[in-house]
């Protein structure tokens, strides 16, 4: 009987955080905060970002180097990470309003396949079968259906952990040369217009 309790205090404490990451990433009002810094936390990175080559989907090999000449958006991701689950609208709103941005976004997820991508995909869809905006786009997002997406897979996370990635989600952004300039740790308010307002002057600074 404890170890049946303990297992429904588990879930049930697992719920509730599930529901306060939604509140707090997936409704951040423009009234939360007025500057993008404080909505992100930026950290200061230096150096060359560390190489790497990827497969998409249909097994097309990207590298950093190809993606030099303009500013990447790296993001390391997993679909039995629920932060970074929460934080799915908020990156698909995201590559919405900055498709006219030099920047490419690049979802690198370290699950073992694409099937559970695409599991993952139908659960959001199960889950709101009449979806409209935030989750409709990130269900999107996860198909591929943004041209300033690139979704790449990292099973054994030899990228992430180059990276020093151990704790999902987390971002850098990288110049144009390839090199590192920010880091930010744990699910973000992306879709925020402070958070983009933020991210553009930093591509316009590359």
């Known amino acids: 009987m404890n170890r049946w309790v303990q297992l429904v205090f588990t879930v049930f404490a697992a719920i509730l955080l599930g529901a306060t990451l939604f509140v707090r990433i997936g409704d951040v009002s423009p009234s939360a905060s007025a500057e993008g810094t404080a909505l992100l936390d930026p950290e200061s990175q230096r150096g060359p970002a560390p190489a790497f080559s990827l497969s998409t989907r249909d097994g097309r090999l990207v590298t950093l180097e190809s993606l030099k000449g303009r500013t990447v958006w790296l993001n390391f991701w997993a679909t039995w990470c629920r932060p970074c689950l929460q934080e799915l609208p908020q990156i ?49 997002l996860l198909r591929g259906q943004f041209e300033n997406v690139v979704l790449l897979l990292d099973p054994l996370e030899k ?48």
């Open 92 to 140: 698909a709103a995201l590559a919405r309003k900055a498709k006219d941005q030099q920047v490419i976004l690049v979802l690198v997820s370290v699950d073992r396949n694409w099937s559970e991508i695409d599991n993952m995909v139908k659960d959001i869809q199960g889950a709101h079968p009449a979806t409209k905006g935030p989750w409709k786009d990130a269900a999107l």
């Open 159 to 206: 990228t992430a952990h180059a990276y020093g990635t151990r704790k999902y989600p987390e971002t850098y952004l990288i110049d144009p040369d390839g090199n590192l300039k920010t880091k930010f740790t744990g699910p973000k308010a992306w879709g925020h217009e402070a958070a983009l307002d933020y991210l553009g002057k930093q591509v316009g600074s590359s």
